[in-house]
């Protein structure tokens, strides 16, 4: 039975979808064979179809609606396209443009007086002016939109009016308004069978539960709105739902569950390229990884986040940036950081004014209701003048026909009645506009108040800016004093490289000379124990010889250009193998090597052979010093499209301890267990640093030492074109 019902739920969904894109199928055919107005108006469905999921292929269809209307000189339809090509931009998130179409196409309804144009544009208007964080405008246009609808007894389009109005509401706190309207909304769009905005209206009412943190109401909404969406394709109200339900989990401590849910909400975003979705979903990850102590993820999602709002104007999702930030820098420890955030925060909430908005909200209607009492005044002035001027024709020819005289008083008496009754109507407005004029004198009040805080607040931004001056004296201060530290860095610096190349030079003469006769003693005596002794001596000649050239390039490295060639990694490394062995007297040493065939890299060939030298000797040194059994060492050397990776691996060796772990950074203590080793690893460090790489040493399971070496593959392009 249960099968049964499934098949049957999944038959009607296939269908349904099926249907929807039957639907499409057939108006693109339609509009192949179609001219004129018969076109525009297909294209006009095609973007109502695709607007939502589509919003790239609805940009099109707009835009040829759009030429093709002003190519007839069709005002009605020039005014339809450029409200529908204003509702797409919106979708996808450019929100200026959007605004601006939508100006265009309101003048131009304004101008041929259509009244149902007219009510679309002031609908799409306030929609705008809510992404745009401008709330005012927004519940102007709405309230003018509804307004006129509810005159023209027009249903269509006013489900969404009522949700758009019940949004202005929430961003303002004003929650019982806000589910007034969204309530109304949901009611409308479930007779007019407009599922597309049930959905919406259900999102809605998720994200106003959410906000109330009512998180199990939330939830059914947004489990609600996504089941709708399995029938009735949505993807951008799917989208928002997801999120909702992202929420949801994060506000219950449900992180994984939380970053699936943005993680589908920001897959679909990126179809149907919604900016401000795209943006919100960083935000709300970036909470997720910070509380997951993920603070460098969370920095780069906010980073990608703050691009995409300051581009589309959202002032909005700044504000959460900044709040955000503050958040994180604080959780890193970085006060100062964390202080600044929170003082842009702070000062962009008090520049939109959030504080007043409920206040500034409340006058509009108030506005509203003022001139249509206002209206109905003049209409009972109007209609008691024509009542007057009726009374005098029918005494007139009471006066004039005497035999209607019965007929004249009666007459009297029902106008003394109709006076009778509009002397009521007259009081009765007359009070209302008393109730106006008080509640007016109160919001005066208000505005007084709120201007007194303005005020303070310039007042507090001036003090804040003379701490600044003096803040920044002390940093020009302290900067001076840095630089003339650094300067006399940099004169010892050169003054010490001048000395080693210097000193280098002279100790290479006498050197070279005795690796000279040690070779010929080598080649003349015969004696065993004499030439043990001249191969030891040879030895030590070669590692002190290499410890001069390598600290001859430490005191050059700064100054030296880097050079791009392509690196052949097998015979460096054989070289190199070849001559540690030698130097540390090895016979029995283990290296195994793999290197991806396809690799290409170019660098400093000089630079690559150092490392790669230094990384071997240290590496049997370090097990010479462990008296380790085997001399075994992994030589690994893998990329990806921007990196190469180079790794050591020492096998049964574990060199992690307080003071081996120095090596990496500098000279230290531990010289005195591990012989020219730091010099080595220092060494190592210094030309990596120069090809802009890293360096990292760590201990894995097996008690197996690895040294990570990660180089950027960025002069690739470059040193590929060179011939």
């Not at 407009?194 to 489990?223: C, E, P, T």
């Not at 009374?391 to 007929?407: D, E, G, H, R």
């Not at 009040?445 to 507090?460: F, M």
Request: hydrophobic share 40%.
């Amino acid at each position: 039975m249960k099968l049964k019902f499934l098949y049957i739920a999944l038959i009607i969904l296939l269908s349904s979808k099926l249907m929807a894109q039957s639907e499409s199928d057939s108006l693109r055919s339609k509009l192949i064979a179609a001219k004129g107005e018969e076109r525009i108006n297909i294209l006009h469905s095609l973007i109502f179809k695709t607007w939502l999921n589509y919003p790239d292929s609805a940009l099109k269809y707009a835009e040829q609606a759009l030429l093709l209307s002003q190519k007839v000189g069709d005002t009605k339809n020039i005014s339809k396209s450029l409200r529908l090509l204003g509702g797409t931009y919106n979708y996808k998130g450019e929100f200026e443009t959007s605004l601006e179409y939508n100006l265009r196409a309101l003048k131009i309804a304004n101008q041929i007086n259509d009244s149902i144009l007219i009510h679309n544009a002031l609908n799409n208007i306030g929609f705008v002016y809510i992404s745009l964080g401008n709330y005012q405008n927004a519940l102007e246009y709405l309230v003018r939109s509804y307004e006129l609808k509810q005159e023209l007894g027009v249903n269509y389009g006013l489900e969404h009016t009522l949700n758009n109005i019940g949004l202005v509401y929430a961003q303002a706190n004003m929650f019982d308004s806000a589910i007034h309207y969204f309530n109304r909304g949901l009611k409308v769009a479930q007779d007019n069978d407009d599922f597309n905005i049930v959905i919406y209206s259900q999102n809605n009412m998720g994200n106003l539960h959410l906000a109330q943190k009512n998180y199990d109401r939330a939830g059914m909404y947004f489990n609600s709105s996504l089941s709708l969406v399995e029938s009735y394709e949505n993807k951008n109200w799917e989208s928002v739902a997801l999120q909702g339900m992202g929420q949801v989990a994060m506000a219950q401590g449900k992180y994984d569950s939380a970053e699936y849910y943005y993680n589908q909400s920001l897959r679909i975003r990126k179809e149907i390229s919604e900016q401000k979705g795209i943006a919100e979903i960083y935000l709300l990850k970036a909470e997720v990884l910070i509380l997951k102590d993920e603070t460098d993820k969370a920095l780069n999602l906010l980073n990608q986040c703050d691009s995409i709002a300051q581009k589309i104007k959202a002032k909005d999702l700044v504000l959460g940036i900044y709040r955000v930030c503050a958040e994180l820098y604080k959780k890193k420890g970085n006060t100062p950081l964390s202080n600044e955030y929170l003082e842009k925060f702070i000062s962009l909430k008090d520049s939109l004014y959030l504080d007043a908005l409920e206040r500034n909200l409340s006058l509009i209607p108030l506005k509203l209701e003022e001139n249509e009492n206002r209206m109905k005044l003049q209409e009972s002035e109007i209609a008691l003048k024509e009542k007057s001027f009726q009374n005098l024709v029918y005494i007139s020819l009471l006066i004039l026909v005497t035999p209607f005289s019965f007929l004249m008083i009666l007459i009297y008496q029902r106008n003394k009645k109709i006076n009778s009754t509009l002397k009521k109507q007259n009081d009765k407005v007359e009070a209302q506009k008393e109730e106006i004029e008080t509640q007016k004198e109160y919001l005066e009040t208000n505005l007084n108040e709120l201007e007194r805080a303005k005020n303070v607040i310039s007042q507090q931004k001036d003090e804040l800016e003379i701490l600044n001056q003096q803040l920044a004296g002390t940093v020009d201060k302290r900067n001076y004093e840095l630089k003339k530290v650094n300067e006399r860095l940099r004169t010892t610096s050169l003054e010490l490289d001048n000395f080693i190349y210097k000193s280098s030079h002279d100790i290479k003469g006498p050197i070279v000379r005795l690796m000279g006769i040690c070779d010929l003693a080598m080649k003349d005596v015969n004696d065993a124990k004499a030439l043990e002794y001249f191969s030891m001596l040879d030895k030590a000649a070669l590692r002190l010889n290499v410890i001069i050239e390598e600290l001859k390039l430490i005191s050059e490295l700064n100054d030296k250009a880097v050079e791009h060639s392509l690196i052949d990694f097998k015979s460096i490394v054989q070289e190199c193998f070849n001559e540690v062995a030698y130097i540390e007297n090895i016979n029995e040493f283990n290296l195994d090597i793999k290197i991806e065939d396809h690799l290409v890299y170019y660098s400093d060939e000089a630079l690559v052979r150092l490392i790669i030298f230094n990384m071997l000797q240290n590496s049997l040194q370090f097990m010479k010093s462990e008296q380790s059994k085997d001399y075994k060492i992994g030589f690994y050397i893998t990329d990806d499209p921007k990196n190469i990776h180079i790794s050591f691996k020492l096998f049964d060796l574990k060199l992690l301890d307080a003071e081996t772990s120095k090596l990496v950074s500098s000279f230290s203590k531990a010289q005195s267990k591990f012989e020219n080793i730091s010099i080595g690893l220092y060494t190592v460090k210094q030309c990596i640093q120069k090809l802009s790489g890293s360096f990292n040493m760590i201990l894995e399971e097996k008690e197996h030492t690895k040294f990570e070496i990660q180089l950027p593959k960025k002069l690739n392009s470059i040193s590929e074109k060179s011939p």
